[in-house]
């Protein structure tokens, strides 16, 4: 590092193997892929019934039936189960959002507090 920054080496290469790891993780520069977060795990049965209702929205919103169509939504909405996890790739087993996203917000929030400062003196 150079100048007003070398003051703040040492605070910012502490967070050196949290980058490694989110970069094995999920960096979307080297994997190209984004990191995908389902809203909800579906049975075959509630897939079955979110496919009804997405049509019947379709269909009502066709003919300007809003408040039909507004319940439809909803009620697609309301189906399946969130699963806490986010999706990097097919063959890869799923991340845990927690602590993944706590950890991540509070490595992000020292590095921006040591640059702060730096650029600040």
Not at 23 to 29: A, G, H, Q
Request: hydrophobic content about 40%; aromatic content about 10%; proline content about 9%.
């Amino acid at each position: 590092m150079v100048g007003a920054f070398k003051s703040i080496e040492p605070l910012v290469t502490q967070h050196d193997e949290w980058n490694r790891d989110v970069k094995n993780r999920r960096d979307p520069v080297a994997h190209r892929i984004p990191l995908y977060l389902p809203h909800a795990i579906l049975t075959p049965e509630e897939s079955r019934r979110y496919g009804e209702l997405r049509q019947q929205h379709i269909e009502e919103v066709a003919a300007r039936n809003f408040v039909a169509s507004s319940a439809a939504f909803e009620a697609m909405r309301r189906i399946g189960k969130f699963y806490p996890y986010f999706f990097h790739h097919p063959e890869e087993a799923p991340i845990p959002i927690y602590p993944t996203i706590p950890t991540d917000m509070a490595h992000v929030v020292k590095i921006s507090k040591a640059l702060e400062t730096a650029l600040a003196s």
